[in-house]
């Protein structure tokens, strides 16, 4: 295989990583106005006799569920274990679908999940810049794309052993 059919290998990756980046990018924020729709509705709805319902102007809270028609909880708020702030979203059947996070450095992440509960993608920061690790459905990483401590570009692709190559810039 020459350096220009890997090369154009690693375009065609890079690009199949930067279509996923966008479907995560439109699910993050179709998760963050579903959120905002939630809250909304919560203030205008009324409920049927028996139930409790109140307005506030400003609700501090610990800790704040969201739950389905069925008392699932699907979203919680909540502080991660190092203080900062964690949005969770769950499926009905408790597995993990998308946390917005931070790093124990403080960076920001977000995590999409598999049904079956394996990390799907990951996107993070770190002092470098920008960092997308992709996994294969069974968890094993099998792309990555990041900055290295130059400020280069690092992208790479593997087979579930772990087995494949990094691309990087050289002189």
Do not use: C, W
Request: aromatic share 4%; no cysteine; charged share 20%.
């Amino acid at each position: 295989m020459t350096i220009e059919q890997r090369l154009e290998q690693v375009e065609q990756q890079n690009q199949k990583i930067q279509r996923t980046n966008k479907r995560l990018t439109v699910a993050l924020t179709m998760t963050v106005v579903a959120m905002a729709a939630v809250v909304t509705m919560a203030a205008t709805y009324t409920p049927p006799p028996g139930d409790k319902d109140a307005e506030f102007d400003t609700v501090t809270a610990r800790h704040i569920n969201v739950r389905n028609h069925t008392g699932d909880t699907v979203v919680t708020l909540k502080a991660n274990p190092i203080g900062d702030g964690l949005v969770r979203t769950m499926s009905a059947k408790g597995k993990d679908l998308v946390k917005l996070s931070s790093t124990f450095e403080g960076e920001g992440t977000v995590k999409t999940y598999h049904p079956n509960g394996k990390d799907l993608v990951q996107l993070s920061a770190n002092d470098n810049g920008g960092g997308i690790l992709i996994s294969n459905k069974t968890g094993d990483k099998i792309a990555n794309m990041y900055a290295d401590i130059n400020g280069n570009g690092v992208v790479g692709a593997y087979n579930r052993k772990g087995e494949g190559r990094t691309l990087q810039p050289g002189p």
